[in-house]
């Protein structure tokens, strides 16, 4: 009763022998289809292999050799897929997606499918796609980006990836990787489709085909009914897509592969020629449970598991065969049995294969990059004044932040022709801040474009511009609105490279105004202070600059790293500062700089190395953004006060941190503040004081001065819980004086 994998094998066995095969409740033949025997067999032999695949995987799972159990048993009409449409066309993959991958192996010679599954299966290094890391479907030659979510997170960047590919064509854009005929699969199960990630995708879909906007893109639902233990409600996808406008519906039964076949066509037909996006929904059955740790007799019948089972699609694929007369049982029953014996030699020899066993083996791929693009040469100054036109004589002049940026912007954008700018209100309007300002008239349309404001779509169309060759510069708004989709960078973007060994890279850098201490906007969510959310996601850049100067020379740095390694970067902006001009006093101009030229030698900043402001030894202020600038502040102050020499570091960088670099910066310093604007628990002071306990042999006196741990409030209150200028000096002070100046020599405060 329990092993279900046994009684499958044996119900096709015996069923096939008796000829006692299911009938399928679509009419649909193989001539209405226009399907061939050789078509049909070759599909047929792509199903069984699948099946035996998921067969096999249980078996060694009890004897401990496999570390995967998500069959695809049941969808394995999805064959289809991987015959229909070719290797062109990039394929986003539901995780029950092994015959598509067994058919599409075969439009590849020389491809080794069964073997390289068997791989993954057993987390061997030698897997082809991840090295083992994880079980994911996905091939650099098949063009089939890796997946490891099992919700439908990767829907948003199969939108980006089909938006790409007129763009492309509309830009002549000569590093596109899809060609301009190209189009776009993108497939999921009936549960997922209430993910607020694929409503939020198909709307987004929708709201581009809707403005005539070319978006060649096949959504494939893979309708088995369940998801996990919790049954979809009967006609619930017909309901929600048939009728959608704009959206292209087909629905095939997936036990009747000749329906599957004839409607793929169906929807490769309209969508290449159409350029819209299509709905095909296939509705199957689920063999085997969720995996293989799913009771599923615990939440399902045996009468309902049974009735699955009796429909299973190999049945009916083979029934189609033996009614048409293109094979005989034993045809069949010999195919299953050859596979089953060639599945387990594999078996027996990719258990044995390596497996990665040391950390620094399993990181090496976190940000891997093995196709990088070539270097970028920088706009000369005739041409990087030529198209700011009346703004350029503001390049003599120094300017503050937003400015800063602004004109960095217009340099990227000469500099690299992928550079796309997009967001909620960047193009016309040029943001809220006006750092956008110009962009859309004088690149246009194609290549600066709002949004949905949806920072779903806007995160997984980088990730799908990304996958096309383009360099997307996406704009979130405020910090806060980072958290409606940061999945989209920890589970999608962040993990590419992971999981396919640096094969797959999307290179992108995330523009994110955020920070607290702004006037004008109150409450948590347009002054957020947290960056914890990025600073735990592994191989992403974060930058924070401080001022005008270091923004465009870091700007510069995370555009080549993401350009020719594929780097994914967060670019934090301090809103407060954005407009900022003056240091101590009103019309002081101190924190107004002029333009970096770049072609310089010192035209970009160093990956995680800060910057360093005075040469004092008696106290190091580490700190970052706006907290960089109160200290700056603060500084005079503080040297009136005390008498004693200061340095302060501007961190610049909170990943990578060079650590050389800061340890060299903190130096013999006996005192080191931590000026911090964000939430102390789980802020950089927490890591900065481990880091500094780890490392130095004298530990210094070591004072955090951070945000409370609590929401910024709305009104004369926003800045309460932050740190203040004032603050810092009093911190400093207290430090500096003579009764904190005895320690052993362990650095404990006597």
Not at 11 to 16: A, D, P, Q, S, T
Not at 474 to 481: D, M
Not at 651 to 672: C, M, N, Q, Y
Not at 727 to 733: F, G, L, M, P
Request: proline share 5%; net charge neutral.
């Amino acid at each position: 009763m329990f092993n279900r994998a046994e009684i499958i094998h044996q119900n096709f066995l015996e069923k096939v022998k008796q000829e006692n095969l299911p009938i399928s409740l679509s009419s649909t033949t193989p001539n209405d289809a226009g399907l061939t025997k050789e078509i049909l067999w070759d599909l047929f032999e792509s199903q069984v292999m699948s099946r035996i695949l998921d067969l096999e995987a249980r078996r060694l799972k009890e004897t401990g050799d496999c570390f995967y159990t998500i069959s695809s048993s049941g969808h394995e009409s999805n064959a289809v897929w991987g015959s229909v449409f070719p290797l062109t066309d990039m394929a986003f993959v539901h995780y029950r997606s092994c015959a598509f991958m067994m058919q599409r192996s075969k439009q590849l010679v020389g491809s080794t499918p069964l073997y390289d599954t068997m791989l993954s299966y057993m987390a061997s290094s030698e897997d082809p796609i991840a090295g083992g890391r994880h079980k994911v479907f996905g091939s650099y030659p098949l063009n089939v980006p890796p997946q490891t979510s099992t919700i439908a997170s990767h829907l948003p960047k199969a939108v980006g990836t089909a938006l790409s590919i007129g763009k492309a064509k509309d830009l002549k854009y000569p590093f596109a990787k899809l060609t301009e005929n190209a189009l776009v699969l993108c497939s999921f199960g009936d549960a997922s489709a209430n993910h607020s990630t694929a409503v939020g995708a198909i709307n987004s879909s929708l709201w581009i085909a809707h403005q005539n906007i070319p978006l060649p893109l096949i959504f494939i639902c893979e309708d088995n009914g369940i998801g996990i233990s919790v049954p979809t409600p009967s006609q619930w996808i017909e309901s929600q897509y048939k009728e959608r406008p704009g959206l292209y519906y087909l629905f095939c039964d997936g036990l009747n592969i000749c329906d599957v076949y004839h409607k793929a066509k169906l929807a490769e037909q309209f969508c290449r020629s159409r350029k819209k996006p299509v709905f095909l929904h296939m509705k199957t059955v689920r063999l085997l449970g969720h995996a293989g740790s799913d009771m599923e007799v615990s939440y399902r019948s045996l009468n309902q598991i049974e009735q699955n089972e009796k429909n299973d699609p190999l049945l009916h694929t083979a029934r189609t065969l033996i009614e048409n007369k293109w094979a005989h049982s034993y045809d069949i029953l010999n195919l299953y049995e050859k596979l089953i014996l060639q599945v387990q030699a594999i078996g027996k020899i990719t258990k044995t294969r390596p497996k990665y066993l040391k950390s620094e083996e399993v990181r090496s791929s976190l940000t891997a990059c093995q196709f990088p693009n070539q270097v970028e040469v920088p706009p000369n100054k005739l041409n990087f004044i030529d198209i700011l036109g009346r703004e350029a004589s503001k390049l003599e002049q120094p300017q503050h932040l937003a400015k800063m940026i602004n004109f960095c912007l217009y340099e990227m954008l000469l500099q690299y022709p992928g550079a796309l700018i997009f967001g909620e209100d960047v193009a016309q309007k040029g943001g809220v801040y006006n750092v956008t300002d110009g962009l859309w008239r004088n690149f246009g349309p194609r290549r600066v474009f709002n949004s949905l404001l949806d920072e779903q779509t806007i995160l997984g169309s980088a990730i799908g511009l990304a996958h096309n060759g383009f360099l997307p510069i996406p704009e979130i708004q405020f910090l806060a609105y980072v958290h409606n989709a940061e999945d989209q960078i920890r589970g999608e973007a962040a993990t590419l490279a992971f999981f396919s060994q640096g094969q797959y890279t999307n290179g992108m850098v995330v523009r994110v105004a955020g920070l607290p201490y702004q006037k004008g906007f109150g409450g948590h969510f347009h002054n957020d202070n947290s960056l914890a959310i990025f600073r735990d996601i592994p191989g992403v850049i974060i930058a924070v600059p401080s001022n005008g100067e270091d923004a465009v020379k870091m700007f510069r740095t995370c555009m080549r790293m993401a350009w020719e390694q594929g780097r994914v970067v967060i670019f934090v902006e301090p809103i407060a500062l954005y407009m900022t001009k003056d240091l101590h006093q009103p019309n002081d101009k101190q924190w107004s700089f002029h333009y970096p030229w770049p072609r310089t030698s010192d035209a970009e900043a160093p990956l995680g190395q800060g910057q360093v402001y005075g040469s004092g030894k008696d106290l190091v202020i580490l700190t970052y953004g706006n907290g960089y600038y109160l200290s700056r502040q603060a500084l005079p102050l503080i040297e009136t006060q005390t008498g004693m020499s200061l340095k302060i570091v501007d961190l610049r960088w909170l990943a990578p941190i060079d650590e050389d670099f800061l340890k060299k910066s903190i130096g013999t310093s006996t005192k080191v503040l931590i000026v911090d604007e964000c939430r102390k628990t789980g802020s950089i002071s927490e890591w900065l004081t481990t880091f500094m306990v780890e490392h130095f042999t004298l530990l210094p006196k070591i004072k955090i001065l951070a945000a409370d741990d609590c929401f910024i409030p709305l009104g004369p209150a926003a800045a309460a819980g932050l740190p203040s200028r004032d603050q810092i000096v009093s911190a400093a002070v207290e430090l500096l004086s003579p009764s904190k100046n005895n320690f052993d020599s362990s650095g404990v405060s006597l």
